[in-house]
């Protein structure tokens, strides 16, 4: 594979490349590799994609491919995108050079939990537009590849809005607003209105609702985690079962940050101190909805 020493990285850059076939994948990534394994100061660009795919990618490096790291995306993508972006941002911590530097490929598992759903998609949509901002004090590089024969038509249009590269790029702090119009249902039909004390409150309906001790517990954690960011509350709901227990939070105030919940923190460890980056990497969805009087928020566990 020929490399190249022309690439000045300075800044963030976010990409995006669409195929429609295997070999187009690889030709994608070949030069994009190439010119991480030539930029100086980086360490070893990394690829996340569908095993047998890193298998052709393994055989068209040749040589150069025990100077990338293979990982099969089963292995990155373990759970919701607010779970992604922690990966990321763990990994720019631990194994990037000097200001994030790292050329890293990524393509999402579309057939499996990011393109279950019109919801779970507009989650992975929210964030590669954040992304943007997420990562904007880093030198990293990314490419997100889209396989449009599992992503399709739709979701590979969306995400060209959060690519800078596409020509049709939308500021993220719109699209993220965007994704937020789509209106909310009412809550369920079995909701309850909590008492205080709300920990205990959510923990008893959680179990009595299905969730086993121990998933109650860490739901509990994550919805006191967003009470403690909030500040006060004038009610909370608690409905649905097992796994899909929700807890909807009314607050005084606006959430007004788009990136609330996503900032990572400098602790590596997990904590509910974190507050919502905390209820995010616990709960399947977060969704807040600022109005005139306040916000709702709602937190759906599994």
Same mark, same amino acid.
């Given at each position: 594979?020929?490399?190249? #020493?022309?690439?000045?990285?300075?800044?963030?850059?976010?990409?995006?490349?669409?195929?429609?076939? =295997? =070999?187009? /994948?690889?030709?994608?990534?070949?030069?994009?590799?190439?010119?991480?394994? *030539?930029?100086?100061?980086?360490?070893?660009?990394?690829?996340?994609?569908?095993?047998?795919?890193? =298998?052709?990618?393994?055989? *068209?490096?040749?040589?150069?491919?025990?100077?990338?790291?293979?990982?099969?995306?089963?292995?990155?993508?373990?759970?919701? *995108?607010?779970?992604?972006?922690?990966?990321? %941002?763990?990994?720019?911590?631990?194994?990037?050079?000097?200001?994030?530097?790292?050329? +890293?490929?990524?393509?999402?598992?579309?057939?499996?939990?990011?393109?279950? #759903?019109?919801?779970?998609?507009? @989650?992975?949509?929210?964030?590669? %537009?954040?992304?943007?901002?997420? /990562?904007?004090?880093?030198?990293?590089?990314?490419?997100?590849? &889209?396989?449009?024969? $599992?992503?399709?038509?739709?979701?590979?249009?969306? %995400?060209?809005?959060?690519?800078?590269? $596409?020509?049709? &790029?939308? =500021?993220?702090? !719109?699209?993220?607003? @965007?994704?937020?119009?789509?209106?909310?249902?009412?809550?369920? #039909?079995?909701?309850?209105?909590?008492?205080?004390?709300?920990?205990?409150?959510?923990?008893?309906?959680?179990?009595?609702?299905? +969730?086993?001790? %121990?998933?109650?517990?860490?739901? $509990?954690?994550?919805? $006191?985690?967003? +009470?403690? #960011?909030?500040?006060?509350?004038?009610?909370?709901?608690?409905?649905?079962?097992?796994?899909?227990?929700?807890?909807?939070?009314?607050? @005084?105030?606006?959430?007004?940050?788009?990136?609330?919940?996503? !900032?990572?923190?400098?602790?590596? @460890?997990?904590?509910?101190?974190?507050?919502?980056?905390?209820?995010?990497?616990?709960?399947?969805? !977060?969704?807040?909805?600022?109005?005139?009087?306040?916000?709702?928020?709602?937190?759906?566990?599994?």
């Amino acid at each position: 594979m020929t490399r190249t #020493s022309s690439f000045d990285h300075r800044a963030f850059d976010h990409r995006m490349a669409v195929f429609g076939a =295997d =070999d187009a /994948f690889v030709a994608a990534a070949l030069p994009f590799l190439a010119e991480g394994l *030539a930029a100086p100061g980086e360490p070893p660009p990394v690829t996340v994609a569908a095993p047998e795919r890193l =298998d052709l990618l393994r055989d *068209a490096l040749g040589g150069d491919a025990r100077h990338v790291r293979l990982i099969p995306h089963g292995d990155w993508y373990t759970g919701s *995108a607010a779970n992604a972006v922690a990966q990321v %941002a763990g990994y720019l911590d631990s194994r990037a050079g000097s200001d994030g530097r790292v050329h +890293l490929l990524t393509e999402p598992d579309w057939a499996g939990r990011a393109g279950r #759903s019109t919801r779970e998609t507009a @989650e992975w949509i929210r964030y590669e %537009a954040l992304a943007n901002l997420l /990562f904007a004090p880093t030198a990293a590089t990314f490419l997100c590849a &889209y396989d449009i024969r $599992t992503a399709g038509a739709a979701i590979v249009g969306a %995400a060209r809005r959060a690519h800078p590269d $596409t020509g049709v &790029y939308e =500021d993220p702090v !719109v699209l993220a607003a @965007e994704l937020d119009a789509v209106a909310q249902g009412p809550p369920g #039909s079995d909701a309850v209105l909590l008492p205080q004390p709300y920990p205990a409150a959510v923990r008893a309906r959680a179990a009595a609702r299905g +969730l086993a001790p %121990a998933d109650a517990e860490l739901f $509990t954690e994550a919805v $006191t985690a967003a +009470l403690a #960011s909030l500040g006060p509350v004038t009610g909370v709901l608690l409905w649905g079962r097992a796994p899909a227990v929700v807890c909807e939070l009314r607050a @005084e105030r606006r959430v007004d940050d788009p990136l609330a919940g996503f !900032v990572p923190p400098p602790g590596a @460890e997990l904590e509910p101190a974190q507050g919502l980056w905390f209820t995010r990497q616990v709960c399947a969805y !977060v969704d807040m909805r600022d109005d005139a009087k306040g916000a709702t928020i709602r937190l759906q566990y599994g």
